[in-house]
């Protein structure tokens, strides 16, 4: 694997003293892999925004570069200006600006704003101060009008500001590459970053996959079934499929991989074992 590619871990924040010490172990294991940067998670409507800032603020301070996640949420545009200004005085100079979704029983609450429009606020606050990263829906984001509606909006969250994107997980390599062409046509030229989900536990994979809209083609849904409750033998096959597919990711020009560790080092490292022939 070439030194130029892009390599980012993604965390989502413990809700508990063990998990968090297990998330500084995992951190200490992942950082042999050089990342650029780690990335951490916001729970939609703010719901995680102090765990968020400790895991960003503590990856900072040990000198490590850290990019929150962050939505307005169900939150008015005083309270995102702090939170934005306190990662700003922390030192942090990357967020992951989403429009995220609302926890059931606050849809009545608040109106979702748009991830192109985050973007923009941060803009006009902040000027080029961050690096500002977003989303991008290789298979197309479920709420999405059309195919080309979807593709047109991540355009509107470049022409706002944005830096990069970094898509969905897919285990289907053509959809990124169809995508990186239908964005190209549409005047999107900043890099598209694919998103890598490891395969550590199939139910879980198949209801989120689910929800999200990510798809899990018909013959690998019946080859993940069939190892049943033999998660070992599950995990070494998803090891294998995802390293190929990252392999045929970086091999027709993807410019990095972001992965969605589930904070745990394995398979996360195995994978990138494999891609450098370890
Ligand atoms: P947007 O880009 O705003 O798009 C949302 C939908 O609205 C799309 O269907 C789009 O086509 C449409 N749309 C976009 N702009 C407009 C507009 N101006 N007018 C009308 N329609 C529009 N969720 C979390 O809760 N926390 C996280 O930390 C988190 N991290 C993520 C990280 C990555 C890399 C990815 C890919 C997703 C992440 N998500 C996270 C999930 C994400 O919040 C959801 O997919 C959410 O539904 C959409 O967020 P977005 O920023 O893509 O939205």
Not at 63 to 77: K, M, N, Q, Y
């Amino acid at each position: 694997m070439s030194d130029d590619v892009r390599i980012s871990f993604e965390f989502f924040p413990p809700k508990t003293a063990e998990g968090k010490a297990k998330l500084h172990k995992v951190r200490e294991e992942l950082q042999g892999f050089d990342p650029d940067f780690y990335s951490v998670t916001y729970g939609a409507g703010g719901t995680t925004r102090d765990t968020t800032k400790g895991v960003v603020k503590t990856l900072i301070e040990q000198g490590i570069s850290a990019a929150p996640h962050l939505s307005f949420g169900g939150d008015d545009e005083a309270a995102v200006l702090s939170l934005l200004s306190e990662y700003k005085d922390a030192g942090v100079d990357r967020i992951v600006a989403l429009r995220g979704d609302l926890p059931s029983g606050m849809g009545g609450h608040s109106q979702l704003v748009y991830a192109n429009q985050l973007v923009s606020f941060i803009r006009k606050n902040f000027g080029d101060h961050f690096h500002l990263e977003v989303a991008a829906y290789p298979e197309i984001h479920p709420e999405a009008k059309s195919y080309s509606a979807d593709i047109n909006y991540l355009k509107g969250k470049f022409d706002a500001g944005a830096n990069s994107a970094i898509t969905q997980y897919f285990f289907n390599p053509d959809a990124y590459f169809h995508f990186l062409e239908q964005c190209h046509d549409a005047g999107i030229d900043a890099p598209i970053y694919p998103g890598i989900m490891p395969i550590i536990n199939y139910r879980n994979l198949a209801r989120f996959s689910d929800s999200c809209g990510a798809e899990i083609p018909r013959w690998l849904r019946k080859r993940l079934e069939s190892f049943g409750d033999d998660n070992e033998s599950l995990q070494a096959f998803g090891v294998d499929l995802v390293t190929e597919l990252c392999d045929t990711l970086l091999e027709n020009g993807a410019p990095g991989l972001h992965f969605y560790t589930m904070n745990q080092t394995n398979p996360t490292a195995q994978i990138l074992k494999n891609l450098s022939g370890e």
